[in-house]
């Protein structure tokens, strides 16, 4: 078959999902020439939106398997891409720092291991006289906190990438269909897509990256994927106690697994929960605060300004994420668990390359 750049008609791809990963995805193929459908009953309105954006790296502990090839490529393709989305955002970039602190002191000889252990990676054990420390003791209230800092991992605002994204993919002419796809089937050479408003869609392939529907909508052969949901709720809580500002403390960290982001001085994001169902929990600030023993006065359920949740899809018997080719012109891409933004990078290159296998 031709290279795309040879054929007259390029072959048209549907992306079945529009959060991070179906974007990114559209990102990377229409840079490659390919014509594009992104089809999600609700646009802008999906779990990406709900995601913190941390991307943690350098600093995830396990350096071999899958897993840690798919994050070691994405932070060295990520800021190619941030470079091409700043043309549309000039204001969008990775906020550089990620911190890992822990209460536990055998936690913490194996965060100073590590560091040890992976000298030049930008790792540094942060000491108890810091700062960052220091800081940190004074608006928690807290004595015995200790951890490292990964200075080439950080956090992108997700609201602004998926934002730039959409203005990205609107200048790329990509085509935007605010409908639910319930079933694809192939049909001679080509898949057909059928959306619950009676539209039909012919594409020469289909990448799934609607997360946990994505295998219902496959109707002639059955795939063994499970995929089950992960909910993820996060607070924002208010603080009017002029003796507590909440900007002395890093832009974003982790204490005892708890995501924690300040805002403004007095405004501040906890998240994120792991909840095995769909409902949020109705006692979320007393997991989301368990981070420290005897919270401060202003760390109260009475403060709490905004929560919210996102639901995610965790494989089933199987690593996350899912990247399978599962016939010609079919891929699924999903179950990325909490690192879609993180992995969005890699994944996407991976799909180009399985659809430059079949088209080029």
Request: hydrophobic fraction near 35%.
């Amino acid at each position: 078959m031709k290279g795309l750049k040879e054929n007259f008609q390029k072959p048209h791809i549907l992306i079945v999902g529009a959060g991070i990963i179906g974007k990114f995805n559209a990102l990377e193929l229409s840079e490659l020439g390919y014509q594009i459908t992104i089809a999600d009953p609700t646009l802008d309105k999906n779990s990406s939106s709900a995601a913190l954006g941390l991307l943690m790296g350098y600093i995830y502990q396990k350096r071999n398997g899958r897993s840690w090839i798919l994050r070691k490529q994405s932070l060295e393709l990520w800021p190619k891409w941030i470079k091409l989305l700043q043309e549309f955002n000039p204001e969008l970039h990775i906020e550089k720092r990620l911190i890992q602190l822990t209460a536990n002191d055998e936690k913490f000889e194996k965060l100073k291991k590590f560091v040890n252990d992976n000298t030049n990676q930008g790792l540094e054990i942060l000491e108890k006289d810091s700062i960052i420390i220091k800081n940190i003791n004074k608006i928690f209230k807290t004595k015995n906190i200790k951890g490292v800092i990964s200075h080439k991992d950080g956090r992108i605002d997700p609201q602004s990438l998926l934002d730039t994204l959409n203005v990205y993919l609107k200048n790329k002419k990509i085509n935007f269909l605010e409908d639910e796809i319930i079933k694809i089937k192939r049909f001679n050479k080509q898949w057909i897509a059928a959306s619950r408003s009676n539209n039909e869609i012919k594409t020469d392939a289909i990448i799934l990256c609607n997360s946990l529907n994505s295998i219902n909508l496959i109707i002639d052969k059955p795939h063994k994927i499970k995929l089950k949901p992960v909910l993820g709720q996060a607070l924002e809580i208010c603080t009017n106690l002029h003796e507590v500002n909440l900007l002395s403390l890093p832009k974003h960290f982790n204490i005892n697994g708890k995501n924690i982001i300040p805002l403004t001085k007095n405004k501040i994001i906890i998240g994120s929960t792991d909840e095995y169902h769909e409902k949020p929990e109705e006692n979320v600030f007393e997991k989301l605060t368990d981070f420290i023993e005897n919270k401060p006065s202003w760390l109260s359920r009475e403060r709490v300004t905004r929560k919210w949740f996102g639901i995610r899809s965790r494989p089933e018997g199987e690593p996350s994420p899912i990247q399978k080719n599962l016939e010609n012109g079919l891929i699924i891409c999903a179950g990325f668990y909490k690192n879609g933004f993180l992995l969005a990078p890699s994944c996407s290159h991976w799909v180009a390359n399985e659809l430059n296998k079949y088209f080029i």
